[in-house]
T-cell receptor
Framework: GESVGLHLPTLSVQEGDNSIINCAYS??????FIWYKQESGKGPQFIID?????DKRQGQRVTVLLNKTVKHLSLQIAATQPGDSAVYFC???????????FGQGTRLTINP | GAGVSQSPSNKVTEKGKDVELRCDPI?????LYWYRQSLGQGLEFLIY????????KSGLPSDRFSAERTGGSVSTLTIQRTQQEDSAVYLC??????????????FGAGTRLSVL
């Protein structure tokens, strides 16, 4: 998994713009990935997932892209809204393992 | 209940005391997980229960940490002789999937533990 730093990366976007949150993973054997959203004082909330045999998956206003060549995952949020303000985590699972390995997280703030 | 329930929501204790944190998973979910989240950090895996199988304890940081899951439902995470570095939010998650690599875990709101 990723190393954990003392400061969360922060992304600030204007309301209505698209947001792109990036995540690098280290384990090439990981075959399932999830994006979670965590609002202040709450537990992580499932957003979208993707298997390693796919390179793109779309949900409602969200799209996840997977590039296995460079071990990179991104979450795109269309028409960002104030309610999208949160910390976003990517998580991976390798093979038959059940535990999620979480990335560092990115704090998304929305400017009015 | 509708979601994963954790209690207490906040716990303040003195260094050296034991604490118990409770998790009620979503009804019918066979898998249960405990994670720890320090301030401004990602989530750190602690322990995983699946049905009647032996739990995966590979993430427990020391022998002061233990967990039980009674009757395949409620789980208790116990921290003995708490230290200040144990201060964190302890999150519980459950999953309906018994095996396989599609494992959406649903999280509770967590217990914020503060060790003085």
């Amino acid at each position: 998994g990723e190393s954990v730093g003392l400061h969360l990366p922060t992304l600030s976007v204007q309301e209505g713009d698209n947001s792109i949150i990036n995540c690098a993973y280290s384990n090439s054997a990981s075959d399932y990935f999830i994006w979670y959203k965590q609002e202040s004082g709450k537990g992580p909330q499932f957003i979208i997932d993707i298997r390693s045999n796919m390179d793109k998956r779309q949900g409602q206003r969200v799209t996840v892209l997977l590039n296995k060549t460079v071990k990179h995952l991104s979450l795109q949020i269309a028409a960002t809204q104030p309610g999208d303000s949160a910390v976003y985590f990517c998580a991976e699972i390798m093979g038959g393992a059940q535990k999620l390995v979480f990335g560092q997280g990115t704090r998304l703030t929305i400017n009015p | 209940g509708a979601g994963v329930s954790q209690s207490p929501s906040n716990k303040v204790t003195e260094k050296g005391k034991d604490v118990e944190l409770r998790c009620d998973p979503i009804s019918g979910h066979t898998a249960l997980y405990w994670y720890r989240q320090s301030l401004g950090q990602g989530l750190e895996f602690l322990i995983y229960f699946q049905g009647n199988s032996a739990p995966d304890k590979s993430g427990l940081p020391s022998d002061r940490f233990s967990a039980e899951r009674t009757g395949g439902s409620v789980s208790t995470l116990t921290i003995q002789r708490t230290q200040q570095e144990d201060s964190a939010v302890y999150l519980c998650a459950s999953s309906p999937v018994a095996s396989g690599n599609k494992n959406i875990q649903y999280f509770g709101a967590g217990t914020r533990l503060s060790v003085l």
